[in-house]
């Protein structure tokens, strides 16, 4: 009788496993650029239909995406930029920028200070200061001799954010006190509680405790 139960269950299992299909998983398919008999040209990626435009890349406004007004580059923002715009552009500037050409601009950066073949321009050199902001936009959607381009890794947006923050910084090597109302050309250099290790974000002294405890400084 025991014989008989254990030819029971496992009739059982094998009538369950039976029922268990996977046809969703081993569909007909083809990997990515494969070659394809079923087209003439037998290539499996297929190019856009014409006319069709993707999701989130209908790009109506000319002058946003590329930087120029027919073919020479434009000379104006296309939106306000705001306080809020500049902190956008310095913290994207910092990340993508600041490894070449430096938190200042002055193209001497941590990658040509470590033997680059070649070191990044200034921005605050004549030429550059009186570049359209559409150039300066242009070289970072377009690349720029070994500079790449940087439109897959920085949206649209964020770019100009850059170039305005680029402004930013070429108008700070000319500012005045007028300009900076009433703050000191240039800026004290910041003291820190702890300069950090690299893995950790250095601390900075708060203004009030080096102004009012002199032993602090």
């Given at each position: 009788?025991?014989?008989?139960?254990?030819?029971?269950?496992?009739?059982?299992?094998?009538?369950?496993?039976?029922?268990?299909?996977?046809?969703?998983?081993?569909?007909?398919?083809?990997?990515?650029?494969?070659?394809?008999?079923?087209?003439?040209?037998?290539?499996?990626?297929?190019?856009?239909?014409?006319?069709?435009?993707?999701?989130?890349?209908?790009?109506?406004?000319?002058?946003?995406?590329?930087?120029?007004?027919?073919?020479?580059?434009?000379?104006?923002?296309?939106?306000?930029?705001?306080?809020?715009?500049?902190?956008?552009?310095?913290?994207?500037?910092?990340?993508?920028?600041?490894?070449?050409?430096?938190?200042?601009?002055?193209?001497?950066?941590?990658?040509?200070?470590?033997?680059?073949?070649?070191?990044?321009?200034?921005?605050?050199?004549?030429?550059?200061?009186?570049?359209?902001?559409g150039?300066?936009?242009?070289?970072?959607?377009?690349?720029?001799?070994?500079?790449?381009?940087?439109?897959?890794?920085?949206?649209?947006?964020?770019?100009?954010?850059?170039?305005?923050?680029?402004?930013?910084?070429?108008?700070?090597?000319?500012?005045?006190?007028?300009?900076?109302?009433?703050?000191?050309i240039?800026?004290?250099?910041?003291?820190?509680?702890?300069?950090?290790t690299?893995?950790?974000?250095?601390?900075?002294?708060?203004?009030?405790?080096?102004?009012?405890?002199?032993?602090?400084?």
């Open positions: 009788m025991r014989d008989v139960r254990k030819l029971g269950f496992m009739l059982l299992a094998i009538v369950a496993t039976a029922g268990c299909r996977i046809d969703m998983h081993v569909q007909p398919r083809q990997n990515p650029l494969s070659k394809s008999d079923f087209f003439v040209d037998q290539r499996s990626a297929r190019p856009l239909v014409q006319g069709t435009v993707a999701r989130g890349q209908l790009h109506e406004d000319t002058y946003f995406y590329s930087g120029k007004l027919g073919n020479n580059p434009g000379d104006y923002m296309p939106f306000p930029v705001t306080r809020q715009v500049l902190e956008r552009g310095r913290e994207r500037y910092n990340i993508y920028c600041a490894p070449c050409h430096s938190r200042v601009g002055d193209g001497n950066g941590f990658i040509p200070q470590r033997g680059f073949a070649r070191q990044p321009p200034s921005f605050h050199i004549d030429r550059l200061e009186k570049a359209p902001v150039y300066l936009y242009g070289v970072i959607t377009e690349g720029f001799g070994i500079m790449p381009d940087y439109s897959s890794q920085i949206p649209a947006e964020d770019r100009w954010r850059i170039v305005a923050y680029v402004r930013a910084l070429q108008l700070s090597q000319h500012a005045t006190v007028a300009d900076a109302e009433g703050h000191p240039p800026s004290p250099a910041p003291e820190f509680v702890a300069p950090g690299g893995a950790t974000l250095p601390r900075l002294k708060p203004p009030s405790a080096s102004a009012a405890d002199p032993e602090s400084k």
